[in-house]
């Protein structure tokens, strides 16, 4: 091991270590370090901006490998980046909590958090301090985040009227490359949520939700099957594809006869023995499936696999049985039928059967590919959104589409305040913020205001997305917004003839825009907190 300095003592006898190529070492420390810092988020943040909006561009990533994604999801596009830069990666880091926070948003909280940044390299050349403009940043945060709430509105949650739930999803799908069949796939999520919602709690249970895909087909295709789809067929081609009633036997033990867990050698040396032993199998096969028809089952779902002679004697019992089915699926079935997970075929009992009233086969095109549809399951809360597309990627994009809808109603069933999105609620806080900034007698006002216009930068990226002009477009309505006092009016990024959100139906939910100000605000402030940086230097070998 090559030694990395020299140990010397001081006067006093104490070891002082003194550390080798400490001058090849690079260091970036005072204004440097913060123009670097926000010359590498606001680089991050110009990649995405474009990704902003119904009318926002998808990005092609290539992963090493060859494999392709076709994405306009901030946090997909940020996690498949190869970014080296360290306060790159803490931007990668912001979408991805927004991302697992709220599920929407990713792509606007980095585009905020880089014109955070760039506002504050203007006051660093003013020469005001970054601490100073940190803790003006959080006063106008605060002021923010007091007038969103009071320019929310409360959503109804009425079970028998879904619109408003169904509007908000297909705001979060409007950017999306399935916003051609926006209305369905909003109607699917939303439908998903309320099936496995518990309203007493407020909450959702994610993991009762399953998105499937299969390529072929179109978008069009995609269904909502209230129960679970598995990828897997009937273990012999001539077993019945379609059980009615069924009484699930779940099973966890594999169809084989015991032997021990420690390692064992068998020796035959003459026919009978091998009779015998062939015997013995055949024997405990057999006490198996007897035990399976003694309980009552009429289907067999086993994790495990079995072999041929188990496949021929389940058919012979006109046992229909699925095997290789994996750990997940089969804890999704047994919470579905209401059956119990059986480790060993002496537990295996009446009472630990699932239901289910329709198990069939589901056959694509002209493929041999099938898979297996439980439906009429016991507990009817379960259930899978079964996607179809051209090709893997429409299929990924849709599958990443419908997780952000999916978490939209999830949190609106949380918190079911809404604000007015197209940029709207940022201008309505953006004018109230720089109003407030006048009020401070101190020198954060300068950190207010730019925090003021920062905000704006949600509403100019979506009208130049949009192909408008952006400067005349933002002020535009922002005068029209203080004329009229109206919180609602935001940018027409579909060309309607109207600014008024409310009458576009573009909602967003309040609790995700509030984590987004939150979050970036918090990330800006540690970044300007940071003043010194020492990188490793390149090897001398």
Known sequence: MPSVGTLAFDEFGRPVLILKGQESKKRLFGIEAHKSHILAGKAVANTLKTSLGPRGMDKCMVSPDGDITITNDGATILSMMDVENEIGKLLVQLSKSQDDEIGDG??????????L????????????????????????????????????????????????????????????????????????????????ADMK???????????????????????????????????????????????IAILTCPFEPPKPKTKHKLDITNVEDYKKLREYEKEKFSEMIKSIKDSGANLVICQWGFDDEANHLLLSQQLPAVRWVGGPEIELIAI??????????????AEKLGFAGHVYELDFGTTSDHMLCIEQCKKSNTCTIFVRGGNKMVVEEAKRALHDALCVVRNLVRDNRIVYGGGACEIACAIEVAKQANKIPTIEQYAIRAFADALESVPLALAENSGYSPLKTVSDVKSQQI??????????????????????????????????????????????KIDDIRLPGESDE
């Open 106 to 115: 990713t792509t606007g909280v980095v585009v905020l958090a880089g014109a």
């Open 117 to 196: 940044l760039e506002q504050a390299e203007a006051l660093l050349d003013k020469g005001i301090h970054p601490i100073r403009i940190a803790d003006g940043y959080e006063l106008a945060a605060k002021m923010t985040l007091e007038h969103l709430d009071k320019i929310s509105e409360s959503y109804p949650l009425d079970l028998k009227n879904l619109d408003p739930l169904i509007n908000t999803a297909m705001t979060t799908l409007g950017s999306k490359i399935i916003n051609r069949c926006q209305r369905q796939m909003a109607e699917i999520a939303v439908n998903a949520i309320m099936n496995v």
């Open 201 to 247: 709690r407020r909450d959702v249970n994610f993991e009762l939700i399953r998105v499937q895909g299969k390529v072929g087909g179109r978008l069009e295709d995609t269904i909502l099957v209230k129960g679970v789809v598995v990828d897997k067929t009937f273990s012999h081609p001539q077993m019945p594809k379609e059980v009615r009633d069924a009484k």
């Open 336 to 349: 579905a039928t209401g059956g119990r997970i059986v480790p060993r075929f002496q537990e295996l009992t």
């Open 483 to 528: 004329a009229q006092n109206n919180p609602r009016l935001g940018i027409d990024c579909l060309n309607t003839g109207t600014n008024d959100m409310k009458a576009q139906s573009v909602i967003e939910t309040l609790i995700g825009k509030r984590q987004q100000i939150s979050l970036a605000t918090q990330l800006v402030r540690m970044i300007l």
